[in-house]
């Protein structure tokens, strides 16, 4: 796993924080050119948990370490089992109760997938190990209210590069966190919808858009109303 610096890399020194402790051994680069660091030892880690949620567009899940969330997962394909999908995410998550801050997202979770409005710009994400080019698409992302869409040309020049569009839609593709880092509200401008990761694939995603009535800055794909004018493209 790689781990972030926050600081310079100083080698040899030891870094504490959430009750975890690793020694930085120099550093390295990920496949955006952005220096990261590697753990050579580890304290005490929280285990995971998760636990699995119904809601509009089907059964949901959500990861949690600690005090911070380590993923969501939205439904998934009918030839897989819920519970290899989440190994996949963290290896020793267990099914648990939830406590108290994590029902309260869920709680959002199905209200914004209900219609409501939410807002999840409050809740903590365990962004270890997500790059830092990945790190600054999502939190663009992150910022996209409901209702509101961007093409992944305009992510890219809010990163100074329109042609970044790639990458930007490579790191949405990985993101853990699908709805709370709402992705699904990126969408091509050519007028074609873009991927989604997700089972179901864009058909999930315009789901998710019509729940939320998105108005979109493409505005081929979209009526006057503000519904989808048409079917998405394969």
């Known amino acids: 796993m790689l781990w972030r610096a926050a600081v310079p890399s100083k080698r040899g020194r030891v870094y504490k924080r959430g009750?975890?402790?690793?020694?930085d051994l120099g550093t390295t680069s990920d496949f955006s050119g952005f220096?990261?660091?590697q753990p050579a030892t580890l304290g005490?880690?929280?285990?995971t948990s998760y636990t699995r949620f119904d809601t509009p567009?089907?059964?949901c899940a959500i990861l949690w370490r600690g005090e911070r969330i380590v993923g969501t997962i939205l439904p998934v394909a009918i030839t897989e089992r819920f519970s290899d999908v989440v190994k996949r995410r963290a290896r020793d998550a267990t099914e648990a109760v939830p406590p108290e801050w994590v029902q309260a997202a869920i709680d959002d979770i199905v209200a914004l997938l209900s219609g409501d409005k939410r807002d999840f710009a409050e809740l903590d994400l365990d962004m270890g190990g997500i790059a830092s080019f990945e790190a600054k698409v999502y939190a663009l992302a992150r910022a996209i209210p409901p209702g509101?869409?961007?093409?992944?040309?305009?992510?890219?020049k809010d990163l100074g590069?329109?042609?970044l569009s790639r990458g930007v839609g490579q790191a949405l593709g990985r993101n853990p966190f699908p709805i709370v880092i709402p992705c699904h509200r990126i969408l091509a401008a050519d007028g074609k919808t873009g991927g989604f990761s997700a089972p179901g694939g864009v058909d999930t995603k315009f789901k998710i858009l019509e729940i939320e009535r998105a108005h979109a800055t493409v505005p081929s794909l979209f009526g006057e109303s503000g519904g989808l004018a048409f079917a998405p493209k394969p």
């Open 148 to 156: 509101e869409t961007r093409t992944y040309g305009d992510l890219a």
């Open 44 to 47: 005490t880690m929280a285990s």
């Open 19 to 23: 009750g975890l402790e690793w020694q």
């Open 57 to 59: 567009i089907g059964d």
């Open 35 to 37: 220096p990261v660091t």
């Open 161 to 163: 590069d329109v042609a």
